[in-house]
């Protein structure tokens, strides 16, 4: 659970959220594995990838990236990025439920020089959510299919899908309608930085 939660921390295409649900059904269901451990390494698997991510963005940036150079990865990168200008803490909280988007955020997080002490918190923070959600599904999934396991597990997979998508368009409809806004100074990143990992003249 920790390498599964690692990798998809900066490779979204490994699905560690599917693989947590399906511990907490079994965990659930069967007693295996202890489900305390399970949410534990999700959490602390969860916290290490995305600070991967972010040192990836600091070191290279996301240009280089080969998922990040798609149209819809660039246009993740793009919103991370203005969103991380206004309101950077509450989301990287909400892209931790995106997998792409999480990638794009905590990568351009890196990129734009977003104050690493406060991203850790922050990572830390919704890592625990996040962990929490996944397996609140998992327990949810088992007490209502708990006479057939797999039937449990594929819903419980199935609705965090669906949960995450709804997230992001959540989170999209925010952007829309703040898109005016100005956070705290408190929030912002350096002037003139770029998710190319680079600074612009000012």
């Known amino acids: 659970m920790f390498g599964f939660a690692t990798v998809d921390g900066f490779f979204p295409p490994l699905p560690s959220e599917s693989v947590l649900i399906t511990l907490a059904v079994s965990a659930h269901s069967t007693g295996v594995p202890w489900l305390p451990l399970v949410l534990l390494m999700g ?3 969860a916290w290490a990838g995305d600070q991967i991510a972010y040192q990836i963005g600091r070191m290279i940036g996301t240009q280089r990236v080969p998922f990040l150079r798609s149209a819809r990865g660039r ?9 991380l200008a206004r309101r950077g803490a509450s989301f990287i909280l909400a892209a931790r439920y995106v997998p792409i988007g ?41 007490a209502w299919f708990g006479h057939n396991p797999l039937l449990a597990i594929g819903a419980g997979i199935v609705f965090g899908v669906v949960a995450g998508f709804a997230i992001d368009k959540i ?22 930085a770029t998710a190319s990992g680079e600074r612009t003249a000012a």
Do not use: C
């Open 75 to 83: 246009r993740a990168v793009a919103r991370a990025e203005r969103l």
């Open 171 to 192: 989170v999209m409809w925010f952007q829309r309608r703040g898109g005016g806004d100005d956070d705290d100074d408190d929030d912002t990143v350096p002037a003139g």
């Open 102 to 142: 999480r990638v794009a955020v905590n990568m351009t997080a890196g990129a734009v020089r977003y104050p690493r002490r406060r991203f850790m918190i922050i990572a830390a923070i919704a890592s625990v959510m996040w962990a929490l959600y996944s397996v609140g599904i998992g327990i949810m999934a088992a």
């Open 43 to 45: 959490a602390l698997g």
